[in-house]
Structure formats: structure tokens, C-alpha cells
């Protein structure tokens, strides 16, 4: 069965960080646009840190630019995102997604309806205390 799988999330203190992975089991990421979304409850959902498909080209949304980084394992057809310096509000599920037309980093960012991606992960759970 083909599909996205993440972890690592958990709850961390404020200024603190965590590493998300995005794992692709049975179909290869390297022909996929990659993307981190983060719904919190009641809130829309928000394309927090995307990767083309070819050039590795990255695009974050502006609350996060400079703390996190999303990366690329092609070996372990796994996607990384590092976030540093966490706030309490980065508080949600986090969701990584792949899909092969929105391939552009930017476009890919541009939050939208789950079931119109390729391929859409059951979520990790962040949770940062002040």
C-alpha cells in the first residue's frame, strides 16, 4: 500500500525544537512536489514549508521563514522538516502531503482540500507549551 507516514512530533517547550519525518512507502518522492501543512483547531489550514520536485527549490510560510527547514533524503525517500525556536503557536497537526502537479515549491505551499493531493499523511501532533 502506498503511503505517507509521519512522526516525530510531540511537545516541547517554548524556544525548543523537533524534527518531523515524512516516510514514502511503496512509490518513490523523487517524482513528487513535497509539502508540510498545519491545521490548528478552529483555524485554516496552512502550508507551512514545501519542496519541488526536481531542483529543491524551497518556499515557507512567512510565520515560520527562518526557523524551519524542510529537506530532502532521496536515499530513505523521506522528507524532513527541522523547527527551531518553536511558539506556542506552532501548536498543531502537522501533515505532510506529495502530489505530482502541484511540483513547484511555491504552488505546492498553497494550503488545499486533502484529498486533492496524490498523497496525504495521517499527521503528527505538535504541541508547544510557554
Known amino acids: 500500500q502506498s503511503q505517507l507516514v509521519e512522526s516525530g512530533g510531540g511537545v516541547v517547550q517554548s524556544g525548543g525544537s523537533l524534527r518531523l519525518s515524512c516516510a514514502a512507502s511503496g512509490f518513490s518522492l523523487d517524482g513528487y512536489g513535497i509539502g508540510w501543512f498545519r491545521q490548528a483547531p478552529g483555524m485554516e489550514r496552512e502550508g507551512v514549508a514545501c519542496?519541488?520536485?526536481?531542483?529543491?527549490?524551497?518556499h515557507y510560510g512567512d510565520s515560520v521563514k527562518g526557523r524551519f527547514t524542510i529537506s530532502r533524503d532521496h536515499a530513505k525517500n523521506t522528507v524532513y522538516l527541522q523547527m527551531d525556536n518553536l511558539k506556542p503557536d506552532d501548536t498543531a497537526v502537522y501533515h505532510c502531503a506529495a502530489d505530482g502537479v502541484f511540483i513547484h515549491a511555491e504552488n505546492m505551499c498553497v494550503p488545499r482540500a486533502s484529498l486533492v493531493y496524490d498523497y496525504w499523511g495521517q499527521g503528527t501532533q505538535v504541541t508547544v507549551s510557554s
Open positions: 519542496i519541488s520536485r526536481s531542483d529543491g527549490t524551497t
